[in-house]
C-alpha cells in the first residue's frame, strides 16, 4: 500500500520560512518523479515544484522560484519543500505527489500523477 505523509506545516509570520517533509512507503521512491502541489481556500489546486527520479532536475512555477527549493533523499525515501520569504498568499494545503511514468515530462499534471498524499496546512499571517 502506497502513502505519501506530508509534515512540516503550520502558522508562520509573513517573511517566515518553513521546511515540508513527505514520506513515502509501499513504492521504490527512486522510480517515482515527485512534486508539490497547493491549494488555497476556494481556488484550483496549482502546482509548486517538481524533481525527478535521481533529484538531477527540478521545475518551479515561475511565480515562485527563487523563493520555495524542492529536494528529495532517496536513501530515506523523502521528499521535501524549502519555503522562504512566506507571504499571506502562500496559504492553502500543501500536497506532495508521486509520478511513475512521466520523469516531470508533465510536470504541472495534476492527473499525470499517481499517488497523492493527504496534504498539510500552511498558514501565513500579516
Known amino acids: 500500500q502506497v502513502q505519501l505523509v506530508e509534515s512540516g506545516g503550520g502558522l508562520v509570520q509573513a517573511g517566515g520560512s518553513l521546511r515540508l517533509s513527505c514520506a513515502a512507503s509501499g513504492l521504490t521512491f527512486n522510480t517515482y518523479a515527485m512534486a508539490w502541489f497547493r491549494q488555497a481556500p476556494g481556488k484550483e489546486r496549482e502546482f509548486v515544484a517538481a524533481?525527478?527520479?535521481?533529484?538531477?532536475?527540478?521545475y518551479y512555477a515561475d511565480s515562485l522560484k527563487g523563493r520555495f527549493t524542492i529536494a528529495r533523499d532517496n536513501a530515506k525515501n523523502t521528499a521535501s519543500l524549502r519555503m522562504d520569504g512566506l507571504t499571506p498568499e502562500d496559504t492553502a494545503v500543501y500536497y506532495c505527489a508521486a509520478d511513475r511514468r512521466y520523469d516531470m515530462g508533465f510536470a504541472t499534471a495534476i492527473d499525470k500523477y499517481d499517488y497523492w498524499g493527504q496534504g498539510t496546512q500552511v498558514t501565513v499571517s500579516s
Open positions: 524533481i525527478s527520479r535521481q533529484g538531477s532536475s527540478t
